[in-house]
C-alpha cells in the first residue's frame, strides 16, 4: 500500500464517511496513527504475504504451525499494542471510533489477508 492510499482511506474515513461530524475524531490524531501503522505494516506483515501463500498453516501433532516469519512478526504486532486497538482500556485497550478501526482493517488487510485473520 502507498501512501496515495493511506491518503484515499483518510479522506474516506473524513470528509465522505462522516468521521469528522464525530464526537473524538482528530483528523490530524488520526492521519499520524494510521501512517505509523502503515509504516510498521509494510515494513513487518507485508513482506510476509507471499511466504503465507507458499507455506500455509498446518496442523501437526495437534497443533497449528504458520509460515515462517508469522511468530516474530505476530509477537512485534502484539508487543507495540496493535492489537489492543478498539479494546476497553481495563483490558489493556486502546478504545478508538469504528471508522478508524476500519483505517486499522484496511491497511492490514491489503497488506497481508491470512495475516489479518490470525
Given at each position: 500500500m502507498n501512501s496515495a492510499m493511506l491518503d484515499d482511506i483518510l479522506f474516506s474515513m473524513g470528509p465522505i464517511g462522516g468521521?469528522?461530524?464525530?464526537?473524538?475524531?482528530?483528523?490530524?490524531?488520526?492521519?499520524?496513527?494510521?501512517?505509523?501503522?502503515h509504516q510498521f505494516i509494510e515494513a513487518e506483515i507485508a513482506p510476509l504475504n507471499a511466504v503465507g501463500d507458499e507455506q500455509g498453516a498446518w496442523l501437526e501433532n495437534g497443533r497449528v504451525r504458520v509460515p515462517d516469519g508469522f511468530v516474530s512478526a505476530y509477537r512485534q504486532f502484539a508487543g507495540q499494542g496493535w492489537m489492543a486497538l478498539g479494546?476497553?482500556?481495563?483490558?489493556?485497550g486502546q478504545p478508538?471510533?469504528?471508522?478508524?478501526l476500519a483505517g486499522f482493517s484496511e491497511i492490514l488487510s491489503g497488506a497481508n489477508q491470512s495475516f489479518q485473520m490470525i
Open positions: 468521521a469528522s461530524q464525530l464526537d473524538g475524531f482528530d483528523a490530524e490524531e488520526a492521519a499520524a496513527l494510521l501512517a505509523h501503522y479494546l476497553p482500556e481495563a483490558w489493556g478508538m471510533l469504528t471508522p478508524l
